[in-house]
């Protein structure tokens, strides 16, 4: 059974910012990198930034500076710290795995807009 379960997004204005939350369930999620992805209308799926259980997380160059991932492995959550948000960050924001499996939640949209 794999489950996830993405909240926290909104209607923001630029420079503002937001926290997402992820709650999964699976036991493939927690032996494993987790991470956020977003899509924008149009656009292909892109990785935002993914952690391991343990170490440092990476960051795509486009919110390097700006978004912080967090893990609490035994709460099976996941989060996105985001600061400083453009317009061009807005996108349903995704949780998954990484190299992500096949299932997908339903995602939290995230709009930057004034």
């Known amino acids: 059974q794999v489950q996830l379960v993405e909240s926290g997004g909104g209607l923001v204005q630029p420079g503002g910012s937001l926290r997402l939350s992820c709650a999964y369930s699976g036991s493939i999620f927690s032996y494993n990198i987790m991470g956020w992805y977003r899509q924008a209308p149009g656009k292909q799926r892109e990785l935002v930034a993914r952690?391991?259980?343990?170490?440092?997380?990476n960051y795509a160059d486009f919110v390097k500076g700006r978004f912080t991932i967090s893990r609490e492995i035994a709460k099976n959550a996941v989060y996105l710290q985001m600061n400083s948000l453009n317009p061009e960050d807005t996108a349903v924001y995704y949780c998954?795995?990484?190299?992500?499996?096949?299932?997908w939640g339903q995602g939290t949209q995230v709009t930057v807009s004034s």
């Open positions: 998954n795995s990484f190299p992500p499996a096949d299932y």
């Open positions: 952690a391991p259980r343990i170490g440092r997380a």
